[in-house]
């Protein structure tokens, strides 16, 4: 039997809601072939030993800087573009691995990067301007009835999509000069999920984009991990196994 480990980065953040929701996700998808273990990252070690990684909500500043501290932003960069992981960022996770970022603290902040979209932070306000709604995600399937709780907390949401050439220019760079991992090159941004936003006082466009996947790279606005609703956790851990099945063929194979 393969084990699958999974990670959430536990520098701050939701980090117990999501292993919570993994662990029920997990039971509802176990096979024979595979099994899956979840651990909590705070080291380059632990970081290794992920087979695939989430980031969780937060603060994205804080993440950043904790994560500087601690020798880990070039490793979770290595991990997302080169080796090609499958990474999956809630909220200030989502921020985290967005090229770009903006309404950033005065300075900017440190970014992973790996998604060629610019996020817009807080984009519906402060704390008290958090909300649910109802959002229709079409990528669940046949499990995409009924729609999602989607709860915003100070949510970023993606406001512009890279166009190739805009996107090159200004990738987190990984180490020294490199450039992502050959899977991801012509791999488009897909928009996985809208939310319809009726709410005149946060002006703007009326269709905000809050979940979005390029190759191995998912975010989402929202945090499921704060629903008892395991969905979209399954459906990622099933892109996890897609991955980890396609990696083997592609081993086995050479
Ligand atoms: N709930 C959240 O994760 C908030 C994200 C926060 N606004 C940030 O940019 O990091």
Redesign the pocket.
Known sequence: MTTITIGVLALQ??VAEHLSLLRKAAATIATSEFQFTFIEVRTTDQLAQCDALII????????AIVARRLGLLDPLRQFVKIDCKPVWG???????LAEE?S??KQGGQELVGGLDVR?L??RYGTQIQ?FVADLKLPFLGGDAEPPFRGV?????VVEEIMTSSSARTSKQAVGEGQVDGEGKKSTPVEVLGVFQNTEASTGGADEDIVAVRQHNVFGTSF?PELTDDVRIHVWWLKQVLDAVRHKNLVVRAV
């Open positions: 953040g939701g969780p909500g937060g603060e994205s500043t804080t993440m809630t909220c200030a996770g989502l921020v985290m970022a309404a950033t996020v932070r807080n958090s915003f907390i100070r949510a970023p945090h």
